[in-house]
């Protein structure tokens, strides 16, 4: 499971990923930024009972959800597929309210995942061939040895894990 200040994800055993929380940036995967649920004194979009997040058929089981802090959301399947859904602006794929495949990085399959716990924040994945690459807040050098702004696509940095 993983949780932010307004919303969180679980894997169930079969895989399925369920979404709870802040739905107002399209968290919850489930195509809309609507409300679902009870309402119990909630103003703006919310799902208030774990909900099923519509992955493609071909995505698989999942074995790690992350959520981050600015609402986008993240699963890594079993065969190393990365998907991204929710506010991914800052994290190189514009608005999505529902999941697609992260874009840009290489054939090697997905390892391991991280998200920083800033609001402005960046993504680090880990791939199968050690190499890591990442994409979002640059400020701090974050994914390239280079400080500056947004890295707006996944980018190879100088860090990596044999």
Avoid at 14 to 43: I, Y
Avoid at 73 to 96: F, H, I, K, P, R
């Amino acid at each position: 499971a993983s949780c932010a200040v307004e919303n969180c994800l679980a894997v169930n055993d079969s895989g399925q990923v369920l979404a709870w929380g802040t739905n107002d940036k399209g968290q919850a995967g489930n195509g809309t930024k609507a409300f679902v649920g009870t309402p119990q004194a909630v103003t703006k979009a919310f799902v208030g009972t774990p909900q099923a997040v519509t992955l493609p058929t071909a995505a698989g089981k999942v074995k790690k959800v992350l959520v981050s802090m600015s609402g986008t959301a993240y699963a890594v399947t079993e065969s190393g597929s990365l998907y991204a859904w929710g506010d991914v602006a800052v994290n190189a794929m514009g608005s999505t309210l529902s999941a697609k495949p992260v874009l840009g990085l290489p054939s090697s399959p997905v390892k391991d995942i991280s998200v920083s716990p800033a609001e402005q924040s960046h993504t680090l994945v880990v791939l199968g061939n050690g190499q890591v690459w990442g994409w979002g807040d640059n400020a701090l050098s974050q994914i390239s040895g280079i400080a500056g702004a947004l890295v707006s696509v996944p980018t190879r940095s100088e860090v990596s894990f044999n």
